[in-house]
Each structure stands twice: as structure tokens, then as C-alpha cells.
């Protein structure tokens, strides 16, 4: 398994088309959920605690925002990364 990190998600996002939406109501099809299928991680839900824990957090966070489309939430997760606000 690989372990995830902002850089990741946001190359994930943004190899995605922008315009493509993504349902944020459902763990498995959602941009993490989606993210974690191509890490092979089984249940991002349920990770827990720690470094990897605190990025699922962060990640789900991100993409509960509107829009939610993977072209906004990519230039959310750039935002982050560089401190600029969201």
C-alpha cells in the first residue's frame, strides 16, 4: 500500500477532468474514496489515527466543500498545500 500525501491527492485530482463531478455522499465513489481505490487502501473510513489518519481527515474535508467537481477541488487541495486561504 502506498501511503498517501496532499502532492498525490492533488496529481489525482487533477489527472481527473476538471468538470468531472464527484458524489461526496458516498465513501466509496467519493474524490477519497476514488483516491484510495487507485492506493488500494480497503476502508480510507476507518483509518484512524496518525499521519495517515490525519490525511484522510484533511482530504475528506477538502472534497466535502463545493463545487464538487475534481478541477475546484484539485485548486482547493493547491490552496492548502501552499497555505493560501481557502
Keep these: 500500500m502506498i501511503h498517501p500525501d496532499m502532492e498525490s491527492f492533488q496529481i489525482f485530482c487533477e489527472r481527473q477532468r476538471p468538470e468531472k ?8 465513489i467519493c474524490a477519497c474514496g476514488q483516491f484510495a481505490k487507485r492506493l ?4 480510507w473510513v476507518h483509518i484512524g489515527v496518525g499521519a495517515e489518519g490525519v ?6 474535508d477538502l472534497a466535502s466543500r463545493h463545487p464538487r467537481t475534481f478541477g475546484a477541488l484539485a485548486d482547493r487541495v493547491h490552496r492548502f498545500r501552499t497555505g493560501v486561504a481557502l
Excluded: L, P, R
Design 21 to 28: 463531478a464527484y458524489h461526496w455522499e458516498s465513501a466509496s
Design 40 to 43: 488500494k487502501v480497503d476502508d
Design 55 to 60: 490525511f484522510w481527515i484533511t482530504a475528506n
